[in-house]
């Protein structure tokens, strides 16, 4: 391994440990003595790294966004546009233990967008990304006639809303709203504009 793969293995094992470390105690509670721990590094070395907390935070919030719905089958153009569609629908709720922990990261991420402008425009910048990845899917079914023409950017705000709002019901453990209730509830208000069946698509 060559010095420079060293160095980026070694940023990533802080990354996916300063994840950890933030959704288990959020951000206020964090150390960067803890996170060194935690990826069994010294401190200097994550300070070589990472000088500040608040770089390392959103650091960790960009490489915990990288790794959403890496499996969903995006780029895959023989998967049905509503498949990849539903898959991200999926991917942005907390279907599972890891997308439970980018879940605690995203409400960590809210409570400092509310106070510090660089977390903010951090937060913004995140939703563009997520609101063009969900708006590529749906041009896509658009052009190959799967889905009705319609307005794609309103499309993609409403699915990020209403994921947001669902997902936070989720990650209350809500007995009003399970995993299936959430995405049948998103996919039936989407569905009519997208011209397609209301039933949450099972080959996702």
Do not use: N
């Not at 780029?75 to 997308?99: F, G, H, K, N, Y």
């Amino acid at each position: 391994m060559t010095k420079a793969e060293r160095a980026l293995e070694t940023r990533e094992r802080i990354l996916t440990a300063a994840c950890e470390v933030i959704a288990d105690i959020g951000f206020e509670h964090v150390s960067m003595r803890k996170v060194a721990e935690h990826a069994g590094v010294s401190k200097a070395l994550l300070h070589y790294h990472f000088d500040t907390r608040e770089k390392l935070f959103a650091e960790a919030m960009t490489h915990s966004f990288a790794r959403t719905g890496t499996d969903t089958g995006s780029e895959d153009a023989s998967l049905a546009a509503a498949v990849v569609l539903a898959r991200i629908v999926r991917s942005m709720l907390p279907t599972d233990a890891e997308l439970h922990q980018d879940w605690k990261l995203w409400q960590e991420l809210w409570v400092r967008a509310l106070r510090d402008g660089t977390a903010r425009h951090l937060a913004v910048d995140l939703y563009d990304q997520l609101h063009a990845w969900v708006g590529a899917v749906v041009e896509r079914g658009v052009a190959t006639g799967e889905f009705t023409d319609c307005d794609v950017s309103a499309l993609s705000t409403l699915v990020l809303a209403l994921c947001d709002g669902l997902g936070i019901r989720l990650m209350l453990e809500d007995p009003r709203v399970d995993l299936a209730t959430a995405q049948a509830t998103i996919w039936r208000a989407i569905a009519p504009a997208l011209g397609i069946a209301p039933d949450f698509p099972a080959a996702a």
